[in-house]
């Protein structure tokens, strides 16, 4: 299993952007990034997902670098609601056991 | 519309024993996954089935097993319970496997 690698924790402040980094060096070229979250007392919520171009969607946008062997999720105006724990995970094109391999992630505090 | 659906919320078992946990997946979603998140850390995926045949699994003993029925609900099965199994287990459901996963809000199940 391709492998990320993601900072332990960050914190925001309410109502200004996030970005948060995933590494991911090793990444082949059929693996998808995707993000889902995980809010306290609850099961991981699906965020976003992206092969090689930037992404956007209702909840927030995803940054690919151009050797895809980084990404960066945006919260463009973190809310109190988006703290969180935040996983950065890869699935790859066509691998019918479709199994999502989450690391620790990245714990998201946001201050008021 | 309903989303996934997990019984029961909380469970408290004796070493030794046995434990069935259900899920029923999203009206219209063939594929459910089970995952088991130890306090701190990531889910870790243990099953995955798809038109009631297993299509993936995880790696973990064969105390643990599963089946998914005629209506595409699941059940998680563990025997000869160890204290270690002390977790959140987690039930996703998807269209097909491939397709972004909708997780429960999860069983905690605590061995004493």
New interface residues.
Partial sequence: DAKTTQPNSMESNEEEPVHLPCNHSTISGTDYIHWYRQLP??????VI?GLTSNVNNRMASLAIAEDRKSSTLILHRATLRDAA?Y?CILRR?????????????TILRVKS | DAG?TQSPTHLIKTRGQHVTLRCSPISGHK?V?W?QQVLG?????IF?YYEKEE??R?NFPDRFSARQFPNYSSELNVNALLLGDSALY?C?S?LV??T???????TRLTVV
Avoid: D, T, W
């Fill in positions: 007392s609850q099961g991981p919520e699906y997902h724990v996983y094109l066509g691998e019918y056991g479709n199994k999502l391999v989450f690391g620790a992630g | 996934v594929s996954s995952y850390q990531g889910p870790q995926f995955q299509r993936g995880g987690l996703a998807s496997p491939n972004e996963a909708f997780f429960g809000q999860g």
